[in-house]
């Protein structure tokens, strides 16, 4: 069993933002398998959509505890089902890698996004498989982080999404 969690904040006001690639990224994965519709799910902190990739069940899992606070949902998720942190799965923006660009990290640091800092301290190890997609433009030089992380992609940027869900996606999909 495999559990991807996509991070992201909520409410629908932030869908469209570079924080929410998780989500995104989650939810692109959902429709390509044909997974169940996201339902929330108090135990978990979260919404869960289920499937199956390669004859192996996958929980797929946004939380709704706010990025800063993902781990409680992850853990919760994890113990239930009693999930290895070898497939805890993450995907996450990053704001060190360009736009459009994603990359596999196998195990690491949180790089300074408080979502998965906060897996790794409720989890207690740092060692789970994660998906990164780059979020870095130009426009971060003109605001402070926080605004940056929480700014809407551009049209064109938009457009792009699905293909760069898709890389990431295959990057996880070689490795499962």
């Given at each position: 069993?495999?559990?991807?969690?996509?991070?992201?904040?909520?409410?629908?006001?932030?869908k469209k933002?570079?924080?929410?690639?998780?989500?995104?990224?989650?939810e692109?994965?959902?429709?390509k398998f044909?997974f169940s519709e996201f339902?929330?799910?108090?135990?978990?902190f979260?919404?869960i959509?289920?499937?199956?990739?390669?004859?192996?069940?996958?929980?797929?899992?946004?939380?709704?505890?706010?990025m800063?606070?993902?781990g409680?949902?992850v853990?919760?998720v994890?113990?239930f089902?009693?999930?290895?942190?070898?497939?805890?799965?993450?995907?996450?923006?990053?704001?060190?890698?360009?736009?459009g660009?994603?990359?596999?990290?196998?195990k690491g640091?949180?790089?300074?996004q408080r979502?998965?800092?906060n897996?790794?301290?409720?989890?207690?190890?740092?060692?789970?498989p994660?998906?990164k997609?780059?979020?870095?433009?130009?426009k971060?030089?003109?605001m402070?982080?926080?605004?940056?992380?929480l700014?809407?992609?551009?049209?064109e940027e938009?457009?792009k999404?699905?293909?760069?869900?898709?890389?990431?996606i295959?990057?996880?999909?070689e490795?499962?």
């Amino acid at each position: 069993m495999i559990l991807t969690t996509g991070l992201g904040n909520f409410p629908e006001k932030y869908k469209k933002t570079r924080h929410n690639f998780g989500f995104l990224a989650v939810e692109h994965l959902a429709n390509k398998f044909k997974f169940s519709e996201f339902k929330f799910e108090k135990k978990f902190f979260g919404e869960i959509s289920t499937g199956q990739i390669n004859n192996e069940k996958v929980i797929l899992l946004k939380p709704k505890t706010f990025m800063n606070l993902s781990g409680k949902a992850v853990l919760a998720v994890k113990n239930f089902y009693k999930i290895s942190t070898s497939n805890t799965w993450i995907f996450s923006d990053d704001l060190d890698l360009d736009f459009g660009q994603t990359r596999f990290r196998e195990k690491g640091s949180s790089g300074g996004q408080r979502g998965i800092a906060n897996i790794i301290n409720v989890l207690g190890v740092s060692d789970f498989p994660r998906v990164k997609f780059g979020i870095l433009n130009d426009k971060k030089n003109l605001m402070p982080t926080e605004n940056f992380v929480l700014s809407k992609f551009s049209e064109e940027e938009w457009k792009k999404i699905p293909q760069i869900c898709e890389k990431g996606i295959n990057k996880f999909l070689e490795k499962i």
